[in-house]
């Protein structure tokens, strides 16, 4: 299983930007997608994650009401909607799948063994 991620950029606080995840190699219908990001000298960080269903979601409390989630499996495509961007929310931007993750497992990154390269997010003040 391959993960691009795309969609990163720099914008002004309070814009929106869209981040995109394509899953190649395998149907993205059997993966459940993590979005987590990493700040520079910080620990990496769960964002928002989906089922591979679509049926269950998760945010991390810093995003839930300005970040959603969401995946077309016909495309095999995650994408994370980012509204309300702020300067702490400057970091890189990984997707990771996981086949078959389980609810309690989806807020943990060493549930997931496909990683993508990552997208730089920078939201300036």
């Known amino acids: 299983v391959q993960l691009q991620a795309s969609g990163g950029g720099l914008v002004q606080a309070g814009d929106s930007l869209r981040l995109s995840c394509v899953v190649s190699?395998?149907?993205?219908?059997?993966?459940?997608i993590a979005w987590f990001r990493q700040a520079p000298g910080k620990e990496r960080e769960f964002v928002a994650a989906?089922?591979?269903?679509?049926?269950?979601?998760a945010y991390a409390e810093s995003t839930k009401g300005r970040f959603t989630i969401a995946r077309d499996n016909a495309r095999n495509t995650v994408y994370l909607q980012m509204n309300s961007l702020k300067p702490e929310d400057t970091a890189v931007y990984y997707c990771a799948a996981k086949r078959g993750i389980i609810v309690s497992s989806m807020r943990r990154s060493d549930q997931y063994n496909y990683w993508g390269q990552g997208t730089q997010v920078t939201v300036s003040s």
């Open positions: 989906i089922r591979w269903n679509g049926g269950n979601t």
């Open positions: 190699g395998r149907p993205a219908r059997s993966y459940g």
